[in-house]
């Protein structure tokens, strides 16, 4: 296999009537996706679509989903994945900047996609993914006429596959140029360190549009010949748990705030969850409180902690085995990759010392960004990628991810990294959710300021959190104010939104 679209193909050879995907009592063979998907890029060629050409896609998670990401691979087309949280102001932005010649989509969203279009600026053939054959604009239609043999088109490997577009926490997301090659590695080395196998259940609960849900999650299972089970919609721990007992699913996926309400749910014991071998975790700092109770509540699952980042791909892993030693840190460079971390002068950082995350490029690295030279001559230097994330040396190879090096805080001349005062402040047991940043301060240049959300009929004030911070660290890194808020801002890729906090902070 070196093509996207020789998951579908080759599995159609090596399992044709195994579950590729299960989604609401409903199964789709290998044979049947490869059917499917060949259909629909001969649909896609017929109506113009040519190698190099984008394709958008917007929908939830659904049994269509891969039959899009198969066939337009199939094509030598490029995949814009959308973000289905999206407003009309992002849609406008990346189909702009992307500037596809079909967008395959929900008809639930079809409101939020003409309010985007509404200048009628770009020109933009619509599919409905979910219409009757019969209804116009169908993608089902296109297809039903379509020849289901492979298409055959000439792809090189090294040929753009995707456009996955980052969240913009601070501005417009940039568009993430990726490979077929790319990808295939990225695959291998998260099969090899995590011990994958054909005979894996993944539970597919991350969105379909993340490049952890479609590269990890969707895209993993086919590269296994594994079965997958879909969940549509928003995390419900009793559907997930539900889910985990009737598929007996052997993994999942998941950021540590949903390992915590997986951890904590009350009614836990009432599920039968013995099949559940494996969990993987990363996205964000997970506090060794939720951890061990993670390990104590799932003691048939083995931990895998993954870093990385769509630009760089898989960076580090954190194995099961190397929890006992090193359950801190954010684990050793992952095989097929090569990561350095290094200082403001370029040298290697030392054991103790914290310095910026570089990955080669030609190991998991992106192509570059999409229509944006600038933005890639400055990530990308000397073929290495330049990540922004920050991440202290520690012995025996392994590293420690401490923070963005924009979100670093300077204040009196010291250096204070976010993610460890939120580690701190997210061990009281009243706090649901908290975000660390600088505002300016006449004296310091910076001061610290955190913005928290507490847990139901819990209550702390201000002054409590701050001791409760400054017995732990030192009284330099401790907030002089802290914000409360029902919820923390967050954006269309459910992350943390910091300008918007700070922001707030500084009118206050």
């Known amino acids: ?125 619509r599919l409905f993914i979910d219409a009757p054959a019969d209804a116009p604009e169908s993608m089902a239609g296109i297809m039903a006429a379509a020849p289901i043999t492979d298409p055959g088109i000439d792809i090189d490997p090294a040929a753009p596959c995707v456009i996955m577009y980052t969240s913009g926490t601070t501005g417009f997301p940039k568009g993430v140029l990726v490979s077929h090659n790319t990808y295939y590695r990225m695959y291998a080395a998260h099969a090899i360190e995590a011990r994958l196998t054909h005979l894996e259940v993944f539970l597919i609960a991350v969105p379909m549009f993340h490049a952890a849900g479609m590269n990890m999650a969707l895209h993993q299972t086919f590269y296994l010949g594994a079965t997958g089970i879909v969940h549509r919609g928003k995390f419900d721990v009793d559907v997930i748990l539900g889910l985990i007992q009737r598929h007996r699913i052997t993994l999942v996926i998941l950021v540590p705030m949903t390992v915590s309400l997986l951890a904590h749910h009350p009614r836990l014991g009432e599920y039968d969850l013995t099949s559940l071998d494996k969990i993987f975790y990363g996205s964000a700092s997970i506090t060794p409180d939720i951890l061990n109770k993670a390990r104590e509540v799932f003691p048939t699952a083995k931990f895998t902690q993954f870093y990385g980042s769509t630009e760089g791909g898989m960076v580090s892993v954190l194995r099961s085995e190397d929890h006992a030693r090193f359950s801190q840190t954010s684990g050793c460079q992952t095989i097929l990759s090569e990561t350095r971390i290094v200082k403001d002068n370029g040298e290697p950082a030392k054991v103790g010392e914290t310095g910026e995350v570089i990955v080669r490029q030609c190991s998991m690295g992106m192509i570059g960004y999409w229509r944006n030279e600038k933005a890639t001559a400055e990530t990308i230097r000397n ?94 890194k401790c907030p002089r104010r802290v914000d409360f808020h029902d919820n923390l801002p967050r954006n269309a890729a459910d992350k943390i939104q910091k300008n918007i906090l700070r922001q707030q902070a500084e009118s206050r």
């Open 1 to 125: 296999m070196r093509l996207i679209g020789d998951l579908s193909r080759m599995n159609a050879i090596r399992y044709p009537d195994k579950a590729a995907l299960i989604m609401e009592d409903v199964a789709m063979t290998y044979a049947e996706l490869d059917r499917r998907s060949n259909a629909l890029a001969h649909a896609l060629i017929a109506a113009g679509v040519k190698p190099g050409d984008r394709v958008a896609l917007l929908s939830m998670n659904r049994l269509e989903y891969p039959i899009v990401t198969q066939g337009v691979a199939k094509t030598g087309a490029i995949l814009v994945p959308l973000n289905f949280r999206f407003g009309a102001r992002e849609i406008k932005y990346v189909l702009s900047n992307s500037e596809p010649v079909c967008l395959i989509m929900e008809s639930s969203y079809q409101a939020v996609v003409d309010e985007a279009l509404t200048d009628g600026g770009l020109a933009l053939k």
């Open 383 to 476: 073929g290495w990628i330049y990540t922004g994330d920050l991440a202290r040396v520690e012995p025996e190879g392994f590293l420690t991810v401490v923070d963005r090096r924009s979100d670093l805080i300077i204040t009196g001349g010291e250096n204070v990294y976010p993610r460890e005062v939120e580690l701190v402040l997210a061990e009281h047991p009243a706090v649901r959710e908290v975000a660390v940043f600088g505002v300016p301060d006449p004296l310091y240049g910076q001061s610290v300021r955190a913005a928290v959300a507490l847990w139901p009929d819990q209550k702390v004030d201000e002054k409590e959190l701050i001791e409760f911070v400054r017995k732990r660290i030192a009284a330099y």
